[in-house]
């Protein structure tokens, strides 16, 4: 079961996407598997073929738990590695081995002669009680007890949260923690997208409806390209250090229509071209509101954007997503009066702002990463 | 133009929105205001919704156009006007 968010404890299998003997490669989908976020698909990280399946579909097991088994160069391996071994959650499946030593090798049980007796008269197979005398033995009340007609325990009442109200208990608990954990410092400057605008205007006059691009998708790439420049930006803070990440995966913060955000990545955000970027997001925010997103995609964000300029909003000082280690908000363009040569001019401002962790960056590396924003939404045409 | 295909054009437009924003009673919106507004769909969704506008009657819609199409009474004048213009 993969982690799929920094705070997710466990997630229930929902459906197998592959079977025993199916072959595999790394990056496809074998799984489906709900979570407080949704139904994700899960993706393999090792290319081999289905050996067994472990988990049964409803079955809810915690992360770091196997799934299944794929055989790899002729060896079987667990399909998922375990980061949180959580051994109080093994289900039988992966039951003591002790269980499959040969015959010959099980100690005798000691069985009373009443036992026997009483064992005979009410046809128990002795092989199938469990012993609760002396050293294990088994006695007459044992044999009685498996006698008795079995009445299937109750199952625990079925207790589902409405999804919205787990979403925002996972969203209540990764906020906590970067509040709690990351001592923030937040930034804020105004960047003129007229350069941009026009740009993209321009772009988008000549292009069909179908490869039309929405502003959002330059400033995606901006931050990538930024984060490159200022690579502290872009990474996680774990085991009380910061490890820098070799490549830029930019979250997305997606509301959903049913109440909640997600935070999927679009991944190497920094080697695609708009176009290719414009692709992957609309993909990324119409499978995030249809709730079928992938494992890789909640899990590998290096840094996160957050636009709400279409809500009205002027300035964003958001939370960081732990374990990152920045987040960079964008507000709404609005014209606005400005200073230009001397004279006062109007033009579409945006405020972008920067909520940078103080253990790894200061104001001054956060402002550098600000102005490199700034820089890379004046040359629009080279993004 | 007939009320007729007035009504069928309302009609595919209110299929899209409704494959867009499948929670919102289409049957709720008012036709005078803007859609963005009334029913929280950001730019994502209305890049969506002119696509869907595109595939479902045959059209281009320049990018220009797109302010025309902002509220549902505007959205279905701007589009009979397109298809009955050769």
Known sequence: MPSLGADMESGTLVDWRVKPGDAVKRGDVVALVETEKGVIEVEIFESGVIDSLIVQPGEKVPVGAPLALVRSDGAAVETQPAPKPAPELTTEKEA?????????EMPRPRISPLARKRAQELGVDLASVAGTGEGGSVTSADVERAAAPRTPPKPPVARKEEPYVAMRRVIAAAMARSKR?????????????????????????????????????LLIRAVAL???????????WTD?????????????????????????AIHDVDKKGLDELMENMLDLVNRARAGHLRSSEISDGTITVTNLGEQGVEGV??????????????GKITDRPVAIDGMLGIRPILD???????????????????????????????? | M??????????VVLRVLNGIAPEVDINSIDPSRDLRDQMDIDSVDFLNFVI????????????????KLATLNSCIDYLRFRIKAP
């Open chain 1, 96 to 104: 003591p081995a002790a269980e499959t030593k040969p015959a010959a």
């Open chain 1, 181 to 217: 954990e990351i001592p923030h410092y937040y930034l804020a400057a105004t960047i003129d997208m007229r350069r941009s605008l026009d740009w993209l205007a321009t772009e988008n006059g000549r292009r069909p409806v179908t490869q039309r691009l929405l502003h959002s998708v």
């Open chain 1, 226 to 236: 930024a984060a490159r420049e200022v690579p502290e930006m872009n990474g996680f």
């Open chain 1, 240 to 264: 009380g250090a910061f490890r820098p990440a070799e490549r830029v995966h930019v979250g997305v913060a997606i509301s959903l229509r049913q109440g909640g955000l997600v935070n999927p």
């Open chain 1, 317 to 330: 000082f958001g939370v960081i997503y732990p374990p990152q280690v920045a987040l960079i908000g964008f």
């Open chain 1, 352 to 383: 972008a702002t920067v909520s940078g962790d103080h253990r790894v960056t200061d104001g001054h590396r956060g402002g550098r990463f600000l102005l490199a924003i700034n820089r890379l939404l004046q040359e629009p045409q080279k993004l």
């Open chain 2, 2 to 11: 007939s009320d007729s295909s007035a009504a069928q054009t309302k009609e």
């Open chain 2, 52 to 67: 869907g506008l595109h595939k479902d009657f045959g059209i281009e819609i320049p990018d220009a156009d797109i302010p």
